[in-house]
């Protein structure tokens, strides 16, 4: 009985780490291997749960840091976080209110909302980016562009 235990667990490890490709469950799985071996070779059931634990947790703390680092596919990055403190030309007016607004940044369209309620930014003005949530920015005055008084003009 114990070993068709071990069988089911081994097979539902196994779909998990199939299903979700993330190094999760595949220890558990190797841990029930062993744990079977154990039924094999006629170790009680405690014994084959102490089997389990400690070869999924050997597998676990030794194993998995050298997978994670040569296995899993390697993550692409996406530098959004350069954009931050940088300026951007507003291409559609920025208005919280009516969720309206689109910004460039380094010939990338994205999403952009002033970071102050309230705060209008016009087309062709020029902001700066001051977070980034998810795929929008939220965007600022830009201290890097020249304040527009009377006789400036503009």
């Known amino acids: 009985m114990a070993a068709i235990i071990w069988v089911v ?6 779909g998990i780490e199939i299903a979700t490709v993330g190094l999760t469950s595949i220890w558990f799985a190797g841990g029930a291997l062993a744990a079977l071996l154990g039924s094999g070779l006629g170790i009680g059931g405690f014994g084959q749960f102490l089997i389990f634990a ?6 676990l703390g030794f194993t998995r840091p050298w997978a994670l680092k040569y296995l899993k596919p390697r993550l692409v990055k996406t530098n959004y976080e350069e954009a931050i403190g940088q300026d951007v030309c507003i ?6 209110r009516k969720a309206t607004g689109t910004a460039v940044f380094k010939g990338q369209e994205w999403t952009a909302r002033a970071l102050e309620d309230g705060k209008i930014f016009e ?7 001051r977070e980034i949530r998810g795929v929008t920015m939220y965007v600022t005055e830009s201290e890097n562009m020249p304040k527009m008084g009377p006789g400036m003009g503009g």
């Open 91 to 96: 291409t559609e007016t920025v208005d919280n």
């Open 9 to 14: 667990l081994i097979i539902v490890f196994s």
């Open 123 to 129: 087309a062709g003005t020029i902001a700066s980016v």
């Open 54 to 59: 400690g070869v999924s947790l050997l597998l």
